[in-house]
């Protein structure tokens, strides 16, 4: 999955559990924590591979079911601990779902239920060597666009529209909570970024 079909994919679930235990759509942090903890994986393990060389492929120790379930549990901790459980569950969430985020296209692609991405290091993912984070990504995503393109509806295609026009839709009927979050962050980030 892409990054923005793994947040869709786990707002889907989310979203759908938040309304059902309280009756009102995600607040704006747990939407945000729920982005981030869906994201993660990918944002440890992809430059890990794809860019340092410390792992073989994009699917490394952040994407693994042993180190996933301890981190979970401490992020929730955590989070307990400063007060707002909420934020943290919705980080779990996020993080728990990008595993079958990733096993379900996976497996669809191939027939057969794969799950050597979530289980490093003793799971043996394909080793494809994709050079560098940015040859990586561009390899991937002209991958994708073409087989978007050739308007074929497989499985994966299927579950990948699902979950972008599913989740999309829900998050706009839940009126787009996090987002109102992103200039205050981009604000932060440029702050940091300025020279002293």
Same mark, same amino acid.
């Given at each position: 999955m892409w990054p923005w079909e793994h947040v869709l994919f786990?707002? /889907?679930?989310y979203s /759908?559990? /938040?309304h059902l235990g309280s009756r009102s759509p995600p607040t704006d942090r747990a939407a945000a924590a729920l982005a981030l903890g869906a994201l993660f994986p990918d944002l440890v393990d992809k430059p890990l591979a794809w860019q340092f060389g410390v792992v073989?492929? #994009?699917w490394g120790p952040a994407h693994s079911v042993f180190v996933a379930a301890p981190v979970? /549990? $401490?992020v929730y901790a955590l989070a307990g601990w400063r007060g707002d459980r909420r934020v943290g569950l919705a980080f779990c969430v996020g993080y728990l779902l990008h595993l079958p985020g990733d096993v379900l296209p996976a497996s669809l692609s191939r027939g057969f239920l794969y799950l050597p991405p979530v289980l490093w290091p003793v799971g043996d993912p394909a080793t494809t060597d994709h050079g560098s984070l940015?040859? #990586?990504v561009y390899g991937l995503l002209t991958e994708y666009a073409v #087989?978007? $393109?050739a308007l074929e509806v497989t499985p994966v295609v299927a579950l990948q529209v699902g979950s972008v026009v599913a989740g999309g839709l829900l998050w706009l009927y839940d009126g787009l909570p996090g987002l109102w979050l992103?200039?205050?962050a981009f604000r932060a980030v440029a702050g940091r970024l300025r020279p002293a």
């Open positions: 786990a707002y /889907v679930f /759908v559990s /938040v073989e492929t #994009g979970a /549990v $401490l940015l040859a #990586g #087989g978007l $393109l992103l200039p205050a």
